[in-house]
């Protein structure tokens, strides 16, 4: 069975496994997901992820979850963007998430990156999720 929207997969897993308190959470690979997790990693919000190859030719992710003093880093996670209503934004109308607390994450011609990251370098984009 095809996935209608795969990253908002992934952050729903990311989300169940926060609620459920366990450190490792696993989703299947693709290089959208990995880049988001570059910058969920580059931001502070996972400790780390692996890619795990399989035999068949298939791979998973390993994303590791963080926590500070028993409480998740990750308080809410979004997708805002999904495939039957995409949101562009210009760099101009890119959001702030709990007044600068927490991050957009963008598809930018440039990459995919953290808000302010986008803000620096002058362009916009669609946004992918937010997190807080």
């Known amino acids: 069975m095809s996935m209608s929207d795969p990253l908002g997969d992934m952050l729903t897993r990311i989300r169940n496994a926060i ?7 696993s989703t299947p690979a693709s290089k959208l997901r990995a880049r988001v997790l570059d910058v969920m990693k ?5 400790r780390d992820y692996a890619q795990v190859d399989f035999d068949n030719g298939k791979s998973e992710i390993e994303i590791e979850l963080k926590y500070f003093e028993g409480a998740p880093v990750i308080r809410d996670i979004m997708r805002v963007s999904k495939p039957g209503r995409r949101v562009y934004v210009s760099v101009k109308s890119i959001p702030q998430v709990a007044n600068g607390l927490g991050i957009a994450i963008l598809s930018t011609p440039k990459g ?9 370098q002058n362009v916009g984009g669609e946004i992918l999720c937010q997190i807080f």
């Open 42 to 46: 580059a931001e502070g919000y996972i």
């Open 19 to 25: 609620g459920r308190k366990k450190n490792k959470v």
């Open 112 to 120: 995919v990156m953290a808000d302010h990251e986008a803000r620096e």
